[in-house]
């Protein structure tokens, strides 16, 4: 447990190194964004494949046609669609891990030949990977709560 403890935090450090070197990656901030899903702001709602901007002119930038709907409140468009994303990525790489801790609960259970420290922490594998589905369930609902926050 110890290094496995050990190793998650050299991983985050490394992370927390990384990310300056990804920012300044970055492109140049644009006005616009194009849509990945279809994002609804108050009434108003915008299809994927087109882009929120302030203006047609901005959206020229963007790859995509031009959702005209979205120029009042262009901004909460492109914040929706980040959220979007980001809870998406959330939910897939949850559900594989918890898919792994099913798996390899599973599999410690059934080597454990009668030990039963080992059928305990194979059984702690599988109700932690049970509580890493919650957790991803409960991510696809994060966009909603965001809504709410911001009063959309």
Do not use: H
């Amino acid at each position: 447990m110890k290094k496995i403890l050990t190793a998650l935090i050299l991983l985050s450090f490394l992370s927390i190194l990384l990310v300056p070197v990804v920012i300044s990656a970055q492109e140049e901030m644009k006005e616009c964004c194009t849509l990945r899903k279809e994002v609804t702001v108050d009434t108003v709602t915008c299809t994927a494949g087109t882009v929120a901007a302030p203006a047609s002119t901005a959206a020229a930038r963007c790859v995509g046609t031009y959702c005209s709907a979205s120029a009042p409140k262009w901004g909460m468009f492109c914040i929706l669609n980040t959220i979007y994303t980001v809870t998406d990525w959330m939910f897939v790489i949850l559900m594989g891990v918890a898919v792994i801790m099913v798996l390899l609960g599973a599999f410690t259970i059934l080597t454990a030949g009668g030990a039963t420290e080992k059928v305990t922490t194979g059984r702690n594998y599988i109700v932690w990977a049970l509580v890493g589905f919650i957790i991803a369930i409960l991510a696809k609902a994060i966009p909603s709560i965001a809504k709410t926050i911001i009063g959309i």
